[in-house]
């Protein structure tokens, strides 16, 4: 294999190479990969409602592709930008920014403050027109997004009725085997006042008898000590 060869076998050893890498990289982030790329794909014609994509001309198409972002945040770190109009929907933002020395716009689309799409022009009817539909693909963007925060706080929100829930039971659970306890010794302590009670009241009986049985003897003796002195 000559020079020239084994040269055109490495580039494309690392096209392969690099192609396989991108393709990993795209699988796990295919989720949020789909969301962006279909809400800033530009339509087929132009928007006839306010649901639809605005399209964006052919040197529109191509600056979101170019230098457009790093030129916008460049001007915004000189100050020589100022912020005409911003959108947030939740972690999407829109924002129509102008640089008065050259007469001309920046209509930029960024997630969490992260430009990734500008768009440049001296039209401000444009520029306007393509604010108002980027602000609307922030709806579009941030709807599952605001879902997930909604659907997040609920679960926070029953998790804590849960456990609300969860430690009155165990209140009510603790409460309840004190009173089974309490019942067992209020049970055995009439158990045992009720036997207690039974043998005093036997001992009430054999009582009764012997005061009967002394109150005979007294009358007895009684009769016998006045049957033994003499008449008067």
């Given at each position: 294999?000559?020079?020239k060869?084994?040269v ?9 190479l690099?192609g396989?890498?991108?393709a990993t990289?795209?699988?796990a982030?295919?989720?949020?990969g789909?969301v962006l790329?279909a ?20 040197d ?14 460049q001007m ?21 920014l ?19 799409r500008?768009?440049?022009?001296q ?8 604010y ?14 605001i879902?997930?925060a909604?659907?997040e ?9 849960v ?9 009510l659970q ?9 019942q067992t010794?209020?049970?055995s ?5 009720r036997?207690e009670?039974?043998?005093l009241?036997?001992?009430k ?8 049985a002394a ?11 006045e049957?033994?002195?003499p008449?008067?």
């Amino acid at each position: 294999m000559d020079q020239k060869s084994k040269v055109r076998h490495i580039a494309l050893s690392a096209c392969i190479l690099f192609g396989a890498v991108h393709a990993t990289h795209a699988q796990a982030s295919e989720e949020n990969g789909a969301v962006l790329a279909a809400t800033a794909a530009t339509a087929v014609a132009p928007a006839s409602s306010a649901g639809q994509t605005l399209a964006l001309t052919p040197d529109e198409a191509r600056q979101s592709a170019t230098g457009n972002v790093a030129e916008l945040q460049q001007m915004i770190h000189g100050g020589d930008i100022a912020e005409l109009r911003t959108t947030y929907n939740g972690s999407y933002g829109a924002s129509l920014l102008f640089n008065a020395k050259e007469m001309t716009y920046y209509v930029a689309l960024f997630q969490q403050k992260n430009f990734w799409r500008v768009i440049k022009t001296q039209d401000d009817v444009r520029a306007e027109q393509i604010y108002r539909d980027f602000a609307r693909q922030t709806v579009q963007l941030s709807d599952i997004e605001i879902r997930r925060a909604r659907l997040e706080a609920q679960k926070a929100y029953t998790d804590r009725l849960v456990a609300l829930s969860q430690e009155r039971a165990n209140r009510l659970q603790a409460d309840l085997n004190v009173a089974h306890e309490q019942q067992t010794i209020v049970n055995s302590m009439q158990q045992q006042t009720r036997a207690e009670a039974a043998t005093l009241a036997q001992q009430k009986v054999q009582a009764q008898e012997q005061l009967r049985a002394a109150q005979r003897q007294v009358r007895d003796l009684q009769r016998q000590l006045e049957s033994g002195l003499p008449a008067h």
